[in-house]
């Protein structure tokens, strides 16, 4: 097992784990660069934030699209494509003769994000044995947090030593750099392609596998909620506390640091006692955290709620990926990773929504209540009905 896990990572480091990481320090680097690149040419905090916003609209828009494009072409031509789009946008973004330009070019760097990370996930799927894809994937979650330090830090030392353009110019050359290693190692498609579901086939096909996403798929909502949760609500039940901005960045450091130090066991964990080994613990753990939020009025409460966070975040690393491309059927691949992409997206987005709806109406320990309820339930479906996807060898 051991040397199988071994050559898995060998034959993934040249097209996947390289070009992931060099296309995800600029993306990440993006997301601090472009709010600010609006404010330094004179756009306001609205048109800042609003700038991440029609990105994350790009990237839900293309999920199911991007399905049906890798499904025609097949994975390594997707990931060409839309590594080849993201560094065209960071250019345009650079280039562009004002801030307003910004809102289409976001639409399409988030339509390139989305086609690059599901044509990923077909890649591992096609490539790799289920016994295989916990820990590579567990190790792709790890190089994007590894991405999400080194992002920030570089792109800002570049943009303030050179200024935003050329941050972004080198954040596309980063981009290229990483379709040119996809280009040179990665393989075509490990099976011949079936004829890609047509537009008007699609209800149909989700209507057949309507109870892998009504149970899977509401697991992968679950989780990708109660992940987006705790990062909106950590900071501010901090200060609703009363803790100041230092005290609050390190409780948030602290819970992504123990984070770091668990995405790889977790993927050992995954690929050794099953998926539902980690899924189960990391969603209970999860709730009570949220739950507990709702009752923390001290430094030391929220502390270790981050840390409990963090175990929880950290047990999770990959298991929405890893449940994605255990489930998806050889001949749909590409249509049923698009709809599985569009289901935790819109958890993504569900986490802030409900949390900012339900602050307006009542307050912030309500929100930590309500979400935390909300994952109780979710830990039950995974309970209940989210059975294992390993497939263990004899």
Known sequence: MTGLISAAHRRMLAPIYLPGLLLGIPAQASLVLLPL???DQGGSEAAAAAVLGWRAVGMMAMDIPAGFIAARLGEKRVMLLAALVIGVALLAYACAPGWAWFFPIALLNGAGSSTFLLGRMAYVTDHLSNQERGRVIA???GSMRLASLLGPLLGGALAHTAGYPVALI???AMVLSGLLCILLT?????????TPVGWRAMPAFAVEYRQVYMTYGMA?????????????????VGVGIGLDTVSIGFVV???AAVDVLLFYPAGLAMDRFGRRATAIPSCVLFSAVLLSLAAADSYADLLCAAVAAGVANGLSTGIVMTLGTDLA???RRGEFLGLWRLLTDAGSALGPMTISFLIAAVSVPAASLGVGILGAGGSYVVYRYVAETLQRSR
Do not use: D, H, Q
Not at 186 to 194: F, I, V
């Open 220 to 236: 992968a909502v679950t989780f990708m909620l109660l992940r987006s949760a705790r990062t909106v609500l950590l900071p501010l």
């Open 186 to 194: 990665a393989e075509g498609s490990a099976k011949n392609a079936p």
């Open 139 to 141: 190790l792709i979650a």
């Open 329 to 331: 059927p050889a001949a």
């Open 37 to 39: 690149f609006v404010l």
């Open 170 to 172: 080198c954040g596309s």
């Open 253 to 255: 450091a602290v819970s």
